[in-house]
Nanobody, 128 residues
Framework: QVQLVESGGGLVQAGGSLRLSCAAS????????IAWFRQAPGKERDFVAG????????DYTGSVKGRFTISRDNAKNTVYLQMNSLKPEDTAVYYC?????????????????????WGQGTQVTVSS
């Protein structure tokens, strides 16, 4: 089992940057693929970015490609989401999620149901 804690959210002006962190506690962090999802007010929670266990492959939703970068440091049990050129439509609660994949290296999953553990979320607000 793994516990996830997000941090780094806040209020930023359009065009600005934020870096979110997802710190994991528990054993064998490298057995987990990690993804970021976000949920805007009144909307469903959507996939933003994901990274494989080894960090060798990533995937992004179209609206953030070229602006967001996901990375992981398995030695620190942490995944990051660097968000640049932020837009008001990026405003949402951002969630970190983990998918347990011991001994496997699966493609990045974009469905919530593929992830077994979730953090509590961190608010990102982008003002125009």
């Amino acid at each position: 089992q793994v516990q996830l804690v997000e941090s780094g959210g806040g209020l930023v002006q359009a065009g600005g940057s934020l870096r979110l962190s997802c710190a994991a506690s528990g054993r064998a962090f490298s057995n987990y693929a990690i993804a970021w999802f976000r949920q805007a007010p009144g909307k469903e929670r959507d996939f933003v970015a994901g990274i494989r266990r080894s960090g060798t492959s990533t995937d992004y939703t179209g609206s953030v490609k070229g602006r967001f970068t996901i990375s992981r440091d398995n030695a620190k049990n942490t995944v990051y989401l660097q968000m640049n050129s932020l837009k008001p439509e990026d405003t949402a609660v951002y969630y970190c999620a983990a998918s347990f994949q011991p001994g496997r290296s699966l493609p990045v999953a974009v469905r919530e149901s593929e992830y077994h553990y979730w953090g509590q979320g961190t608010q990102v607000t982008v003002s125009s």
